[in-house]
């Protein structure tokens, strides 16, 4: 390993997370003096004065430069998406079981003093609350319908801003299109008015991005003139040379091209400490730099793989201020998603030496960030590429992802986006599609829960968790369904009910995105927003796909409905008697009903029973989503749930007759429930592709195998070939947990000896110490697939 | 036609090329003493007990209309003489405990089962394998569903003992893309002592193989059980005999393992072997290499 990673990688490791005040005071301080202008205005000004005055530092050996907050792993609070976070923990963020952060008692001074008072009530999350329908709120309060983003902006990230068009013309060349723009617009035509406020805004921001990039060139030199290392001199002055030219102008060089790249992302970090910006298809867009440099003998490989390294490092020292109440994040995950392989703009193999110098450079720093994920074209990458990221995979660091290229094109064509932009798509943090400054946001604005979809039908109406009664459909007593098909009308009833709340409710968060968070330093590198002066949140980019309607407990789902069309009505084994009051006393003392409930056909299974009542209620779920539109056009569509997003919503849930405990986590994605996929990995696949029609949309699969597999030339022969079948199979995403259940339990009891045994949990990497107990539990037990 | 089934398994890769499913039919001519899967001997169903399992609710006792099924010193012991494999207790049972073995299959039952992983097959040129148990004590069965996987382009393998008579053997070989075959031991008087057969059919099949099937791929497995097949003499002789058989022969070498013992204790049979242990991997490559020198290629899985 370089030495300079294994500095950096000790500074990760050695350096508490903290909290960042810097961003909110400067945010406060200029909120304050700007009052009665407009919220875009505004916001700009508090960013290029964050850009000036904020802390900047160069750490030893580093070669890319930057960093949103004040030092490696801070998180800057947010004060006007998030200051609850330190309302509520001030005095205990410290001592969280995860995701702990430092605080001065000076910063604690400063926020109750002079940042909380400002910002106190006007949280996205405190605009919801004051203002939602009384049956919406309490929805999401009984975790029935799910805010995606829990108490933050709806947004959160999300996007994959156009790093590109930075790299190449440079933040200067944005500004002069922005002028230009600004100097056609004639002001005596109503509306526009608005729109030069906002291309003003676009302007500040600018200025800001090319000033904090000076006080890099400048601390650069300072620190050139006192080193005595002669070599780390020459690289000091050579960062200086760089920090003065980009992102303000186009990039000439690769090394510049990755600092370009890392100015910007360091920029809409400080925009918003979001969890997920994503610079998307990396490997495409810096290569013609590399190859320049490669060949006119500026640059040698692994020069390349070091500067690779030194800026995917850079990604780790960025904290992301989690809420404690949600934990979708838990474990630090910030979904920075990078993307390699997929095919060029004439359909040809995207696959260069850029993408494998990538994988390379993942596999050397076995980090948490970025988020990797490789697209696989069948028709057009190399075997090659699935050997490579099977070394990957093998390491059990649970990077990389594998995303369908085929599939995603599909679903992008089927919004009615024409190859020539579909082809590009990219990878919107956990598992989303999107395309880099093309596809505005908000994406995922709410989820259903279907775990208390079953519930709410078999209590008619009551949720379990609390005794009191929903303001949803009463769809009547169980006990009097005479056949399946007066359950599954009741529940289809539900479905649809709730699936119409969850418009509701997109519709209210969406409009409160557009309203307070827009999201400037991203809208810069869509030429859409620009051209018409409209922000990527509130319909100024190229497509505004209509936010998704989210889902969780796929799996839980259906084998509730098959437990019961099984047990009650088809095998007559049990009465809708037995069942209710055993699920009313979570299976104590009713194990045997629980048993029998568990030997009801299980999702994953590849068994044929399912399939038609499983196509039957997703066609049902994706065919009532589209009845709803999007706030800026076109149709809403049924989507798997990301992240971690299952277990909280799994704390929402009683017992169900698919034999699944009360409280405990859902299932995720379209993975099958923890444990009941014996079929092997195979069966999993066959049902997982059943559900991937092009009607439910970019559904995520989780699956753990064995680190057997890897250990002869033939295992991995197999896992290209299993690879090969699952793109045959039209299967959107999965990814794989290679570690043994043995090693985790070993882990859970000395978390000192396996620091750094990363886990996916879902849609994210993390250390496995850092999850909390009941997570670390679920992961154990989702079913490890052996070889016989 | 019907078959007697032990288990199907997906998503196999060391039973021949590629990805495969492997058929594990019921019925094994010999009762090797290191055998891991005693569950596949006999030709019957049969009832299996996994006390480790049992959470001791007693459930079955009242299920068994026989009254075969009785507590001793808070232990669950089924008299088995007295069952007749009704599965009333199955049913009854919640933690997974007991089951019963053996399952019949007709052809298309099996080939439903095998044909849903032929992405899987196709992406990386695997197929069925029938093993067991061994095929050969289902001659015909084995045969027709061999027959059918190659009419639907699936590749074909068998593990067998090749301990039959000829026209068994070759009705499956018919069929057959790749073979496996054991030679557990070179003196038919110890191998006889080791399975309960001599080995003279076995070797005389292997010969009849080399000569009719010159082109079929053929792996002759080679169990390492240590103090009984492990001396060099043995192992000398069967590289000998397999040099001698053609280019399309190689040898596994399969490291004895104790993966199986349960099975008996599930089975209410004894383990003879309790205190054997693996070979070390360090003797598996020396006999790989001592192997070699007589010119045959050695797989290790």
Not at chain 1, 35 to 52: D, N, S
Not at chain 1, 360 to 385: S, V
């Amino acid at each position: 390993m370089f030495p300079r990673i294994e500095l950096a990688i000790k500074r990760l490791r050695e350096t508490k997370p903290s909290v960042c005040l810097e961003k909110a005071k400067i945010m406060t301080e200029v909120f304050m003096q700007t009052e009665g202008e407009p919220l875009v205005i505004r916001r700009a000004k508090a960013f290029r004065e964050i850009c000036r005055r904020k802390t900047i530092f160069i750490n030893d050996g580093e070669l890319i430069v930057g960093h949103p907050a004040s030092k490696v792993n801070a998180a800057a609070l947010d004060p006007d998406v998030k200051y609850w976070v330190l309302s509520e923990e001030l005095d205990t963020i410290h001592l969280r079981d995860t995701d702990q952060f430092l605080i001065t008692n000076e910063q604690k001074k400063l926020f109750k003093e002079f940042i909380e008072p400002y910002w106190r009530d006007k949280s996205f999350w405190d605009t919801f609350i004051s203002c939602a329908p009384e049956d919406l709120r309490q929805l999401v309060e009984a975790g029935v319908l799910i805010l995606t983003n829990g108490r933050e902006t709806p947004n959160h990230g999300l996007l994959a801003p156009n790093y590109e068009l930075i790299i190449r013309e440079g933040v200067n060349s944005v500004r002069e299109r922005i002028e230009r723009k600004l100097a056609s617009l004639d002001l005596s035509i109503p509306g526009n008015y608005e729109k030069w406020v906002y291309l003003k805004a676009l302007l500040i921001v600018c200025e800001g991005i090319v000033e904090l990039a000076k006080r890099y060139a400048l601390l650069a030199r300072e620190k050139a003139e006192v080193e005595k290392d002669p070599q780390r001199r020459e690289e000091l002055e050579k960062i200086a040379e760089i920090c003065a030219h980009v992102p303000a102008n186009p990039a000439r060089n690769f090394w510049e091209a990755l600092q370009s790249l890392w100015f910007y992302h360091v920029c809409l970090q400080i925009d918003y400490n979001d969890s997920s910006n994503n610079p998307g298809r990396v490997d495409q867009y810096l290569y013609p730099y590399y190859k320049r440099d490669i060949e006119e003998g500026r640059l040698t490989k692994e020069q390349a793989l070091e500067l690779i390294e030194c800026l995917f490092v850079k990604f780790n020292e960025i904290m992301y201020l989690s809420d404690k109440a949600y934990k979708i994040v838990a474990g630090r995950a910030r979904f920075q998603s990078i993307n390699v392989g997929g095919i060029t703009k004439n359909g040809g193999d995207g696959v260069n030496e850029l993408t494998y110098l990538m994988i390379e450079a993942m596999k050397e720093l076995k980090l948490p960030e970025p988020h990797f994920g490789i697209k696989y074209n069948k028709r057009r990458n190399p075997d090659l590429l699935l050997i490579k990221a099977a070394e990957l995979v093998m390491l059990g660091t649970g990077h990389p992802q594998f995303f369908n290229d085929e599939a995603g094109i599909k679903y992008l064509m089927g919004w009615g986006i024409p190859f020539e932009d579909a082809y590009n798509w990219s990878v919107n943090s956990c598992k989303d599609l999107t395309l880099m400054g093309k596809i505005g946001g908000p994406r995922i604005p709410a989820s259903i829960n279907l775990g208390s979809a079953v519930e709410l039908v078999l209590t008619n109406g009551m949720l379990r968790k609390t005794g009191s009664r929903l303001p949803v459909p009463q769809t009547g007593d169980p006990r009097n369904f005479k056949t399946f098909e007066d359950f599954k009308k009741a529940l289809k009833r539900q479905l649809a009910y709730l699936i119409k709340k969850a418009a509701e409710l997109a519709n209210m968060v969406e409009t409160i995105q557009e309203e307070k968070y827009p999201y400037l330093v991203a809208s810069l590198s869509f030429e859409d927003c620009i051209e018409n002066a409209r922000d990527c949140m509130a319909g100024g980019a190229k497509y505004n796909i209509a936010g998704e309607i989210s889902s969780v407990g796929h799996a839980d789902l259906i084998n509730s409905v098959i437990a019961v069309k099984k047990l009650i009505y088809d095998e007559k084994r049990i009465t809708w008697e037995q069942l209710l009051e055993a699920l009313d006393k979570n299976f104590e003392g009713y194990e045997d009903i629980q048993a029998l409930c568990l030997t009801a056909p299980k999702y994953g299974n590849d068994v044929p029973e399912i399939d038609e009542i499983a196509a039957d209620v997703i066609q049902f779920l994706c065919q009532e989503t589209k009845k709803y539109s999007g706030r800026y056009g076109g149709k809403r569509v049924f989507a798997g749930a990301a992240a971690a997003v299952h277990i909280y919503a799994g704390s929402c849930v009683g017992a169900l007759p698919s034999g699944r405990k009360a409280w405990t986590p859902l299932s995720d994605g379209i993975s099958p429930m923890q444990g009941t996929d014996v079929n092997g990995p195979t069966a999993v696949l066959k049902d997982a592709s059943k559900c991937c029609l092009d009607v439910f949309y970019a559904p995520l699969l989780n699956m753990k195998l064995d680190p057997s597999l890897f250990r002869s030339e033939k295992g991995i022969q197999s896992f290209v070939s299993f690879m090969k079948a699952w793109a045959d199979l039209g299967i959107y995403h999965i990814q794989f947990n290679v570690v043994s259940p043995e090693v985790l339990r070993e882990a859970q009891v000395r978390p000192e000896k396996y620091r750094d045994l990363m886990v996916r949990v879902s849609g994210y990497c993390t250390y496995f110490v850092d999850l909390p107990k009941e997570i670390q539990d679920e992961i154990i037990s989702r079913t490890t697939h052996r070889l016989s | 036609m019907k078959g007697l089934i032990l288990n199907i398994e997906r998503f196999s890769i060391h039973d021949g090329p590629g990805i495969r499913t492997v058929v594990f039919l019921k019925g094994c001519p010999l009762r090797c003493i290191w055998c891991s899967t005693p569950d596949g001997q006999n030709m019957f169903p049969e009832l299996e007990y996994f006390s480790h399992k049992c959470i001791k609710c007693g459930r079955c006792i009242d299920a068994c209309p026989k009254k075969a099924i009785v507590k001793l010193n808070d232990e669950i012991v089924t008299l088995r003489y007295e069952c007749t494999l009704c599965g009333k207790c199955v049913e009854k049972c919640l933690s997974g405990a007991r089951k019963i073995v053996g399952k019949e299959m007709t052809v298309e039952d099996v080939l439903k089962e095998v044909e849903k992983d032929m992405v899987f097959y196709s992406s990386s040129g695997g197929g069925v394998t029938l093993s067991g148990g061994d095929p050969i004590s289902q001659p015909e069965f084995s045969a027709a569903i061999l027959k059918m996987c190659r009419e639907r382009g699936i590749n074909t393998c068998i593990e067998t003992s090749a301990y039959g008579d000829w026209g068994s053997l070759a009705k499956m070989l018919a069929y057959t893309d790749f073979l496996y075959v054991d030679i557990k031991h070179i003196d038919p008087l110890k191998h006889k002592k080791f399975t309960g057969k001599s080995n003279r059919k076995i070797l005389k099949n292997i010969e009849n193989i080399s000569k009719s099937y010159p082109d079929m791929p053929v792996v002759v497995r080679v169990p390492v059980v240590p103090g009984y097949t492990d001396d060099m003499e043995n192992i000398r002789a069967i590289a000998l005999f397999v040099s001698g058989l053609g280019k399309n022969f190689k040898i596994e070498l399969l490291p004895y393992h104790r993966l199986g013992i349960h099975r008996y204790e599930a089975l209410s049979r004894p383990y003879l072997l309790r205190d054997l242990m693996p070979p070390p991997h360090e003797h598996i490559k020396t006999l790989k290499r001592f192997i070699e020198s007589y010119g045959v290629k050695v797989i290790m899985s």
